[in-house]
């Protein structure tokens, strides 16, 4: 298990901005597949955006979230971030990250069920809200 420390929600107002950050507490994150995830109020977690681990990493969004988040790594911080554009009420969420080892058969699609599957290390999460 890989745990990690999830920070940067806020309060926002629509359409503005929000950046968070996954970080990994005494290992390399870059090592990693990293998903991220959210719980809206009343509804399951899901999957949001999925960065695999490498030399040229690979992503994945959900498909409400397409065009308007984007996943990234920085290494020199391993770190991983989401940041969020447009946003909506929608998102208002409790955002969770995870990491893992993917083994090659898995697809980016794939990935993030994958990852919540076998993930047990859930942290805090960081809480996100979308209101004026």
């Known amino acids: 298990q890989a745990p990690v420390v999830e920070s940067g929600g806020a309060l926002v107002q629509p359409g503005g901005s929000l950046r968070l950050s996954c970080t990994g507490s005494?290992?390399?994150?870059?090592?990693?597949?990293v998903g991220w995830y959210r719980q809206r109020p009343g509804k399951e977690r899901e999957g949001v955006a999925y960065?695999?681990?490498?030399?040229?990493?690979?992503?994945y969004y959900e498909e409400s979230v397409k065009g308007r988040f984007t996943i990234s790594r920085d290494n020199t911080k391993n770190t991983v971030y989401l940041q969020m554009n447009g946003m909506n009420p929608e998102d208002t969420a409790l955002y969770h990250c995870?990491?893992?080892?993917?083994?090659?058969?898995?697809?980016?699609?794939?990935?993030?069920?994958?990852?919540?599957?076998?993930?047990?290390?859930w942290g805090q999460g960081t809480q996100v809200t979308v209101s004026s």
């Open positions: 995870a990491a893992a080892l993917l083994g090659p058969s898995i697809s980016a699609a794939q990935a993030l069920d994958t990852i919540a599957e076998w993930y047990r290390s």
């Open positions: 960065v695999s681990r490498g030399d040229v990493p690979r992503t």
């Open positions: 005494g290992y390399t994150l870059d090592s990693y597949d």
